[in-house]
């Protein structure tokens, strides 16, 4: 039997499902349909289990885009207060764990159910486990055939997520569709991604896996984060290489600088003042982790030897390699184990008041199939929220 709706939307992810939920309150009958057993996986799993729904500090800024401005009107009518107020209105317990990052206390179930639970307020009906097969528009709306039937709506709205993660289900689904109805779609990659090494490097660095520093990492383009890099078996990672990695070009180098918090020329002039009997790696060791210390020493990028014993020539290039350390990535990790998708459907086809295509009356894109890319700390989930409910005041 055919169903007939007005707004199907597909994907039960974190934008579909606020969507659905804002269309049902304004009356409209709503399908959400995914292809997964059950909704928001991603927001399952995100943030460790307890979900870094959003960012005290959201703003446009946070985002990278074709057209950096599109974002600004959803975050601006739908904020990252707006969705406090809903997790508060649910019972949610939160905490702030740094740079505005808010989490939840207990588990990110908390934010599937509260959504869910708004659907149901909503009058949402829900179908899982649906493959949409093909989808055609005609004068009065869409008509999808899935492996559950027909359906008719007069809105579509896509939902379908990035690239990132294709073991939980992820699929260019929503970039094709966008692509069948002659919109642009912007070449995809892997965001917020561990960094993988040259084989030398790889190898050298191996037996550092598991070693944290705070860092100021700076790609090529000038932009740079404060946050700690973590080495690992196969490479880099930490927040500020999942950040840095988003401003990435492959054959490019990242600079680190190792002892953010330090006037590094004053700083070394000083120590060598001070404990002009003591070795560099004594002194260094105070500053950073002895193994990496070692490391520098071991692969030659460090001489070692007591502080009295350097000229300032050789005092100026340790405060050149601590200030400026250079990484050649050899690429990075890809959509295995990235938390976003760069690049996505053109912003310029979209309304950035609605969402909605402009060419293609009814249709609606949201969430991270759109190429607006958060950095990390919880500001795609609130592009989710934010995109999601817009659209569904006008789907
Ligand atoms: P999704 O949440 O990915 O939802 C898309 C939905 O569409 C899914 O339910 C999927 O099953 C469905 N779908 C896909 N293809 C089809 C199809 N062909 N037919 C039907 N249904 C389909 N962001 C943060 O802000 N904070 C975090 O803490 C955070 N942690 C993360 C941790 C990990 C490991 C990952 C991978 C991502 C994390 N992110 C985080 C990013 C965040 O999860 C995404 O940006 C966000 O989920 C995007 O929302 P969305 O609704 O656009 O897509």
């Known amino acids: 039997m055919m169903m007939q709706v007005d707004v199907v939307v597909i994907g039960a992810g974190a934008a579909g499902l606020m969507c659905a939920a804002q269309a049902g309150y304004r009356g409209r009958s709503v399908l959400l349909l995914d292809n997964a057993k059950k909704p928001g996986r991603k927001i399952l799993i995100s943030g460790g289990g307890r979900c870094n729904f959003t960012n005290h500090q959201a703003g446009p800024h946070a985002f990278l885009s074709g057209n950096p401005h599109f974002c600004k009107s959803a975050l601006a009518r739908y904020t990252q207060q707006d969705f406090i107020d809903l997790v508060d209105r649910h019972g949610v317990n939160y905490h702030e764990k740094t740079l505005g990052q808010l989490f939840c206390d207990e588990s990110a179930k908390e934010i599937v159910e509260a959504l869910l639970t708004e659907c149901e307020w909503a009058g949402v009906t829900q179908q899982y486990q649906t493959e949409v097969l093909a989808v055609s528009k005609g004068d009065d709306g869409f008509l999808l055939d899935t492996s559950k039937g027909e359906i008719r709506c007069h809105s579509l709205v896509v939902a379908t997520g990035g690239l990132s993660m294709p073991k939980l289900g992820a699929t260019p689904y929503g970039f094709k569709l966008a692509e069948q109805f002659g919109l642009q779609v912007l070449p995809t990659r892997a965001g917020l991604v561990p960094f993988t090494l040259h084989q030398a490097e790889k190898d050298a660095f191996a037996d550092l896996a598991g070693v944290s520093l705070p860092v100021v990492v700076t790609a090529e383009d000038g932009t740079s984060f404060k946050e700690a890099m973590l080495f690992t078996h196969r490479g880099l990672s930490g927040p500020a290489i999942l950040q840095i990695s988003s401003f990435w070009l492959p054959g490019q180098k990242i ?27 004594t002194v260094l060791g105070r500053e950073l982790p002895k193994r ?23 005092l100026a290039a340790i405060a050149n390699l601590l200030r400026d350390w250079p990484i050649l990535p050899n690429g990075t990790e890809g959509y295995r184990t990235a938390e976003v998708t760069l690049g996505g459907v053109d912003t310029n086809e979209l309304s950035s008041k609605t969402m909605e295509a402009r060419k293609v009356t009814g249709l609606y894109f949201i969430g991270e199939v759109v190429d607006v ?23």
Not at 297 to 309: I, Y
Request: charged share 20%.
């Open 255 to 281: 600079h680190i600088n190792l002892l953010p918090d330090l006037d590094i020329p004053a700083a070394i002039k000083g120590w060598a003042e001070a404990h002009p009997a003591q070795e560099l790696k």
């Open 292 to 314: 990496f210390v070692d490391k520098l020493v071991e692969l030659g990028q460090l001489v070692n030897k007591p502080m009295r014993q350097y000229n300032e020539r050789e």
């Open 373 to 395: 890319t958060g950095w990390l700390g919880g500001y795609n989930f609130q592009w989710a929220w934010s995109s999601g409910w817009v659209a569904g005041q006008y789907c």
